[in-house]
């Protein structure tokens, strides 16, 4: 915590918003010690603290900037909206625009609704899924991340102490006074393992809802999902009555039509955000037209009420719709290639230095892990006492070099980098490395 003697511009506004925010902050994830770097502002891939110190921001907002700061062409397009109103209790074209846009990068996008966050999308999608099969049930991935929905908060971030046999893993509350009711409905499978998430699911065939799926899980160890597994959970579905989707608030990134356009399957339902606000806060619900029908306000019986006062307005619509159009096959191919390069120099770098690491990704994103061989699960992913403090070590080295990076050692990059900022990043972690080995 800060001391009284640093009397840095920081500190002292730390010290101010431990007076009215719980730990002085509003999200947990920009707490560091001694206090949060304060954001001043930031251009292209580059972000300026309150102190003057300038660094790379592979953070991008927690993988949701896919332009970097300030991008000219969502600055000039919100810009333009801003002076022609902000919200209205009317519709607007820049939705039904940004609607038809969406839809146009994926063929499972039938029908799509705004809404203002990736925990709202996925809210939307399971409370949707129930609504379709009149089943309660939903089932997740053992410690993936889908927001703070009660249901798909179950299991985000077990323990060995309370994560059950691998066979049965239990669902393990996040947040203390979780209804016992939400656990049970619940049903907790591991990643990448056909056979046993099978098994598990067999055991509650007519009552699941749906099968909840992000295809790179981020916290699971952003390993992409097998083809066979992502397979057999759309069989099972199928012959099942359950819907399968899939939670593409991250990876939506990584193709043009999303992470799913790699795999031959199509998902009954798919929640967006992040990335597709352009810098905004956004989420999106989208897929099969027969199930995006229970939000038909025009149907003869509306099965899912669904609404949301800041839902589509027109600036997070326009800035996405600018965002978007940007995000085009050559960008996203070239920002895929930008990370291809990173994770082949930090292999290289792991090699040549020894270190007890190892780098996994796909799309724009990648993730060094302090553990030797490379988790298939979040099992494996689990970092014990002595792997957090040395990724304390390797991220507080890259800080002082000038790196942001997510608090995981995790990268999502922007089209603004260059081969030089991936280049930089990992003559940073080569050198971090060499102090981690130096340290045994
Ligand atoms: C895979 C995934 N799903 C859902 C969410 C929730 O999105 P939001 O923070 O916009 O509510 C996140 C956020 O990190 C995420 O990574």
Partial sequence: MSTRTDTTRSAVLYARALDVLPGGVSRNTVLRAPHPAYADYGVGCRVTDL???TRIDFSNNMASLIHGHACPEIVRAVTEQLARGTAFMMATEAEVRYAEHLCSRNRAFEKLRFVNSG?????????????????PKIAKIEGAYHGQYDYAEVSQAPDPKTWGSVDHPRSVPLAHGTPESALRDVVVIPFNDPERAIAILDGHADELACVLLDLMPHRVGLKPADAEFVTALRDWATRHGAL??????????????????????????????????????VGAVTGRAEVMEVMNPLADRLLLPHSGTFSAN???????????????????????ALAERAMKGIDDAIRATGVRACVTGGGSM?????KERTPRNFREAFLGPEENRRLKVLLDHLFAEGFLLINTCSAALSTPMT???IDALVSALATGFEKLVAAG
């Fill in 244 to 281: 399968l989707v899939l939670d593409e608030v991250i990876t939506f990134r990584s193709e043009v039509g999303g992470l799913q356009s790699r795999y031959d399957v199509t998902p009954d339902l798919t929640a967006l955000g992040k990335a597709i606000g352009g810098g905004f806060p």
């Fill in 366 to 370: 990648f993730r060094v892990h302090m």
């Fill in 419 to 421: 081969e030089a900022e």
């Fill in 51 to 53: 102190e003057g110190v």
């Fill in 119 to 135: 925990t709202e999308a996925l809210m939307a999608a399971l409370k949707a899924s129930r609504a379709y099969t009149g089943r």
């Fill in 314 to 336: 027109p600036i997070t619509t326009t800035a996405g719709l600018a965002a978007m159009e940007k995000f085009d096959e050559p960008a996203v191919a070239r920002l895929n």
